[in-house]
């Protein structure tokens, strides 16, 4: 990702040669953003084969929480800083206009799509008045430039099911994003033999909501083998 062309270039070869399903990138190469011009063929071309994009967060330690600090402590930078890296990149990719160029385009949010099901409100009626705090830059031209409401657009996002097994997070999720928008994920390998046990616990969480055996096949495999184009879906 630090070449946009080369990046753009392995895809294709990683798709049209290789035979995958998708591409995965991180929230920042670098530091530079998703939304940056020199990635538009990247998402072109995954928009053209109708192969999903996997956002990861992307945060280290070494950035700091604070002004006054050279990095971030007890682990801060990705207990919260994950959640918001993934958020961001987001809302950047929202605003670019990205899916008005490309309506159908699958881009499958880690983490359940960071902190965008629990902010609705903020991310729904707060950023309606997107530019009313902002006097240097005209974000009310932007806003009226898109087709739909910013909210429409985030829920246009996949997310998965990997939030620790948390149910209350689970069932957040899944009334933002909707069934068919929701995929799962656990975080595997990550099920220490002391401690919080992800995937057995992930799993436990989907069983036990009040969905239905149709949603929770969807979950579980259906969704994916549509967004993955398996198995002639």
């Given at each position: 990702?630090?070449?946009?062309?080369?990046?753009?270039?392995e895809?294709?070869?990683?798709?049209?040669?290789?035979?995958?399903?998708?591409?995965?990138?991180?929230?920042?190469?670098?530091?530079?953003?998703?939304?940056?011009?020199?990635?538009?063929?990247?998402?072109?071309?995954?928009?053209?084969?109708?192969?999903p994009?996997?956002?990861?967060?992307?945060?280290?330690?070494?950035?700091?929480?604070?002004?006054?600090?050279?990095?971030?402590?007890?682990?801060?930078?990705?207990?919260?800083?994950?959640?918001?890296?993934?958020?961001?990149?987001?809302?950047?990719?929202?605003?670019s206009?990205?899916?008005?160029?490309?309506?159908?385009?699958?881009?499958i949010?880690?983490?359940?799509g960071?902190m965008?099901?629990?902010?609705?409100g903020?991310?729904?009626?707060?950023?309606?008045?997107?530019?009313?705090?902002?006097?240097?830059?005209?974000?009310?031209?932007?806003?009226?430039?898109?087709?739909?409401?910013?909210?429409?657009?985030?829920?246009?996002?996949?997310?998965?099911?990997?939030?620790?097994?948390?149910?209350?997070?689970?069932?957040?999720?899944?009334?933002?994003f909707?069934?068919?928008?929701?995929?799962?994920?656990?975080?595997?390998?990550?099920?220490?033999?002391?401690?919080?046990?992800?995937?057995?616990?992930?799993i436990?969480?989907?069983?036990?909501l009040?969905?239905?055996?149709?949603?929770?096949?969807?979950?579980?495999?259906?969704n994916?083998?549509?967004?993955?184009?398996?198995?002639?879906?």
């Amino acid at each position: 990702m630090g070449d946009p062309d080369e990046a753009a270039a392995e895809a294709q070869r990683a798709i049209d040669d290789l035979g995958a399903r998708g591409v995965q990138v991180f929230s920042n190469a670098a530091g530079r953003p998703l939304d940056d011009p020199g990635y538009v063929p990247l998402f072109d071309l995954l928009a053209e084969r109708g192969l999903p994009i996997w956002l990861h967060p992307a945060r280290g330690a070494d950035f700091a929480d604070y002004a006054t600090e050279d990095k971030s402590r007890y682990e801060i930078w990705w207990t919260f800083g994950w959640p918001y890296e993934t958020s961001a990149a987001m809302a950047r990719l929202v605003f670019s206009g990205l899916f008005d160029r490309h309506p159908d385009i699958k881009i499958i949010a880690h983490h359940m799509g960071g902190m965008i099901p629990y902010f609705e409100g903020r991310v729904g009626p707060g950023w309606d008045q997107l530019g009313t705090r902002t006097s240097d830059e005209d974000y009310g031209a932007l806003l009226r430039s898109l087709k739909k409401r910013p909210i429409d657009y985030f829920r246009q996002f996949i997310a998965d099911t990997a939030v620790f097994g948390s149910k209350p997070a689970t069932e957040c999720g899944l009334a933002f994003f909707g069934v068919d928008n929701v995929v799962f994920a656990s975080d595997s390998p990550f099920d220490p033999e002391k401690g919080p046990m992800y995937i057995r616990e992930t799993i436990r969480v989907i069983d036990s909501l009040d969905i239905g055996d149709v949603a929770r096949d969807r979950i579980y495999r259906r969704n994916a083998q549509r967004l993955l184009k398996l198995n002639g879906s």
